[in-house]
């Protein structure tokens, strides 16, 4: 899709309460999401008026945020600029890093996509289901290419997911270099180590800004090896005597491997279960990061014609999702049934907040007689992010004159922060911000200069931004306290009820009997508000739901919703 190109350096105005354009030769850095949470990362980088994009992922959402599927990063502030944006760098394949893109693309799809291999393929994917044919410009270890006015660099990193990346970004206002997700692992199972000599490098030449993940700074010491959780896979497939089902991300490529290893020494067969751990597997295999031996998979549905000690089931569902496999599974509402002699395996860690989903999971699957193994019980998991001993080597060895932590909670970002002085950063030269944080990079040293829209969007039923704060508080509303509908018919002259008032409650406790104690009080409100000139609906409503909130708020202590029906006689 053909674009004019022609505003490259305009200077947009600024809307009320956000910074100046950024002066002419500043880099300046907005991160939009991953601040203060572990989830929806996306950060920009703006010099001379043209912005490159790092990531664009989404968050999963909490407990007290019913019906909701993702949560984006906030795009408005970047809306009306999209034709400034040279490109979108992808670090890695997991979703809290590419999962909003599908809702970016939407307002501009020919954005170029940067990243690796795997990254790009699996973004490929999910853009399909939206119709949507990306420009992709695929980068490896050791790259360096020109992405517009950005000169960068890229550099292997490990993780959690094959073919991560950091990227060293250069411009004449400064330097850059995002992590990404990362770990120091020694000995990965796909020998693809973190690069710190291209670490060592960047900061020999210097960098401005450093960018690490945070998610574990508050974690002493080193992360434990993928290779270590090897004794402890075997031991499961070595005493579990019925079927093994394991519950992973769907981008797990490392642990689903280890998983297959192991059933293939034990004679066992392999079925995927779940939409995104086919596809993202199958593409996987398809590029050579999955190595499966052959005979070894199976499609689920031949499972039921094996012994059960032959099989294994690879499901998603590791994080509690209420519609993934995993959790059906354990409502029985799947399937797939899970009875004593079967052993289900959470080869995954826990996302904060979503610890009272998994085990809510974890008890049910108990009572329905499986054994659970999990990281609370056994040597199953080890993080993708790199701890404080790892954070520390880096910061001594890029030697960076400015860190802005990023890709984690409030208390990853202190930590980060500490490890930072700790190394020799001044404390004037590391910055903790939160999402929408407007940063220069001014003579050296960066500084908060303003802040723009940043806050969280909604996705639910594929409907972007259709559901606010608001709904969501009235909704955790009536799961708590209930709703009572109020039906009256009034004389709006006088203000008095002319039939008994109708009370429809649903969630609530009282008895018709003690709803009969607000018709008076009621009635009161009514005189007064007609006595005071208030005889429109939406005023009258207003008294009643006043009044009938204020009498569940003193005697129940409760807050239902109100929903007051005032007729005219």
Same mark, same amino acid.
């Given at each position: 899709m053909a674009r004019n190109r022609?505003?490259?350096?305009?200077?947009?105005?600024?809307?009320?309460?956000?910074?100046?354009?950024?002066?002419?030769?500043?880099?300046?850095?907005?991160?939009?999401?991953?601040?203060?949470?572990?989830?929806?990362?996306?950060?920009?980088?703006?010099?001379?008026?043209?912005?490159?994009?790092?990531?664009?992922?989404v968050l999963f959402p909490d407990p007290d945020q019913p019906g909701i599927d993702v949560i984006l990063p906030d795009f408005a502030w970047i809306a009306d600029r999209l034709d400034d944006v040279e490109g979108i760098v992808l670090t890695h394949g997991h979703e809290d890093h590419i999962g909003g893109v599908p809702y970016l693309l939407q307002l501009r799809p020919d954005i170029p996509l940067i990243g690796s291999g795997?990254?790009?393929?699996?973004?490929?994917?999910?853009?399909?289901?939206?119709?949507?044919?990306?420009?992709?410009?695929?980068?490896?270890?050791?790259?360096? #290419?020109?992405?517009?006015?950005?000169?960068?660099?890229?550099?292997? #990193?490990?993780h959690s997911i094959p073919d991560g990346l950091a990227v060293f970004v250069r411009t004449a206002g400064g330097t850059v270099l995002n992590t990404g997700d990362f770990k120091m692992d020694q000995f990965p199972l796909d020998e693809r180590i973190t690069d710190l000599r291209a670490?060592?490098?960047?900061?020999?030449?210097?960098?401005?800004?450093?960018?690490?993940?945070?998610?574990?700074?508050?974690?002493?010491?080193f992360t434990t090896g993928e290779r270590d959780l090897a004794p402890a896979i075997a031991e499961v497939f070595r005493t579990s005597p019925k079927r093994i089902i394991v519950s992973s991300f769907a981008s797990h490529v490392h642990r689903i491997q280890q998983v297959i290893d192991a059933a293939q020494e034990h004679g066992r067969k392999v079925a995927f279960v779940g939409r995104s751990m086919v596809r993202n597997m199958?593409?996987?295999?398809?590029?050579?990061?999955?190595?499966?031996?052959?005979?070894?998979?199976?499609?689920?549905?031949?499972?039921?014609?094996?012994?059960?000690?032959?099989?294994v089931l690879i499901c998603t569902g590791s994080q509690g999702e209420p519609m993934a496999a995993l959790a059906r599974i354990a409502k029985n509402?799947?399937?797939?049934?899970?009875?004593?002699?079967?052993?289900?395996?959470?080869?995954?860690?826990?996302?904060?907040?979503?610890?009272?989903?998994?085990?809510?999971?974890?008890?049910?699957?108990s009572e329905l007689g499986a054994n659970v193994v999990h990281k609370g019980n056994a040597k199953v998991h080890t993080s993708g992010h790199a701890s404080a001993g790892e954070l520390?080597?880096?910061?001594?060895?890029?030697?960076?004159?400015?860190?802005?932590?990023?890709?984690?909670?409030?208390?990853?970002?202190?930590?980060?922060?500490?490890?930072?002085?700790?190394?020799?950063?001044?404390?004037?030269?590391?910055?903790?911000?939160?999402?929408?944080? #407007?940063?220069?990079?001014?003579?050296?040293?960066?500084?908060?200069?303003?802040? #723009?829209?940043?806050?969280?969007?909604?996705?639910?039923?594929?409907?972007?931004?259709?559901?606010?704060?608001?709904?969501?508080?009235?909704?955790?509303?009536?799961?708590?306290?209930?709703?009572?509908?109020?039906?009256?018919?009034?004389d709006p002259k006088t203000g008095n009820i002319v039939e008994d008032?109708?009370?429809?409650?649903?969630?609530?406790?009282?008895?018709?009997?003690?709803?009969?104690e607000l018709t008076p009080k009621i009635q009161k409100a009514l005189h007064s508000a007609v006595a005071a000139g208030r005889t429109e609906q939406e005023q009258l409503e207003h008294e009643v739901r006043r009044t009938v909130t204020n009498w569940f708020q003193r005697g129940r202590r409760s807050s239902p919703v109100v929903i007051p029906v005032v007729v005219d006689a």
């Open positions: 022609s505003n490259q350096t305009r200077k947009p105005r600024p809307r009320t309460g956000e910074p100046a354009p950024a002066e002419k030769g500043v880099l300046r850095l907005i991160p939009l999401g991953g601040l203060g949470e572990v989830g929806r990362n996306m950060h920009v980088l703006e010099f001379d008026g043209r912005m490159l994009i790092i990531d664009c992922g795997l990254t790009l393929a699996l973004i490929s994917a999910k853009l399909q289901e939206y119709r949507i044919k990306p420009v992709l410009r695929t980068v490896r270890e050791g790259d360096r #290419v020109h992405i517009g006015t950005f000169d960068c660099e890229f550099a292997a #990193v490990n670490f060592a490098r960047f900061g020999e030449e210097g960098v401005d800004v450093f960018m690490p993940d945070s998610t574990n700074a508050e974690v002493p010491g199958g593409i996987a295999r398809d590029l050579g990061y999955l190595k499966i031996p052959e005979g070894v998979l199976v499609d689920h549905r031949d499972l039921t014609r094996m012994p059960d000690n032959k099989t509402d799947h399937q797939i049934k899970v009875g004593p002699g079967d052993t289900v395996l959470l080869a995954s860690s826990l996302i904060p907040g979503n610890e009272s989903s998994i085990y809510n999971i974890i008890n049910q699957l520390a080597y880096c910061h001594n060895i890029i030697k960076p004159r400015n860190v802005l932590p990023i890709h984690g909670e409030w208390r990853h970002l202190d930590a980060q922060t500490s490890i930072a002085k700790r190394t020799g950063v001044p404390e004037d030269h590391v910055v903790v911000v939160r999402d929408g944080a #407007v940063i220069d990079l001014v003579k050296g040293r960066i500084q908060v200069v303003g802040q #723009v829209p940043a806050r969280q969007v909604f996705v639910e039923g594929g409907q972007v931004d259709v559901v606010n704060d608001d709904t969501l508080a009235e909704r955790r509303a009536l799961a708590e306290d209930g709703m009572v509908t109020v039906l009256l018919f009034i008032p109708e009370y429809i409650s649903k969630g609530t406790l009282p008895s018709d009997e003690e709803f009969q």
